[in-house]
């Protein structure tokens, strides 16, 4: 999926109202000692990465890439969020293994090709909804006018 925002704030803007709300990505998060900020992830001049910090386990983590684009008198904040190709591998592995191992089975692997029905399903489900939000968390932040489906 991929979305442009407009605003009317600049490039120096953008990125200081973005680096409030993102700290720097770690394997292990201590929720009890304090409260995490929106996202994880890194931010350079003109473009960023970053994934929102979740407080639960969740089946696909999307990451949003973005480019911030100068135009004369607005500014342009192009993002991508990227498909969970790791998740997905890796959940297809396990199927194919239960595939593999109930070969002979017919009921059971019915039972197992629906089942990775509904995974997937649920997870691009979840995609879509976290991109969505990741965007208007984004919208909000950066005070945008407008947001552009691409």
């Keep these: 999926m991929r ?3 407009t605003t009317g704030l600049s490039a120096e803007e953008i990125r200081d109202a973005l680096s409030k709300h993102i700290e720097p990505k770690v394997i292990f998060r201590n929720y009890l000692q304090n409260k995490p900020k929106l996202f994880e992830g890194n931010i350079s001049t003109t473009n960023f990465e970053l994934r929102r910090i979740e407080t639960h386990r969740s089946i ?18 192009d993002v991508s969020a990227l498909y969970p190709w790791t998740e997905i591998i890796i959940y297809s592995c396990i199927l194919l293994y239960a595939l593999y191992s109930s070969y002979n089975d017919l009921t059971s692997l019915f039972i197992i090709l629906s089942i990775g029905f509904i995974i997937f399903i649920f997870g691009r489900g979840k995609y879509i909804m976290d991109t969505e939000t990741g965007r208007d968390e984004i919208f909000k932040i950066i005070k945008g006018n407008s947001i552009e489906n691409i």
């Design 3 to 5: 979305f442009r925002i």
């Design 60 to 77: 696909t983590k999307v990451t949003l890439q973005g480019n911030i684009i100068k135009r004369e008198g607005y500014n342009i904040v």
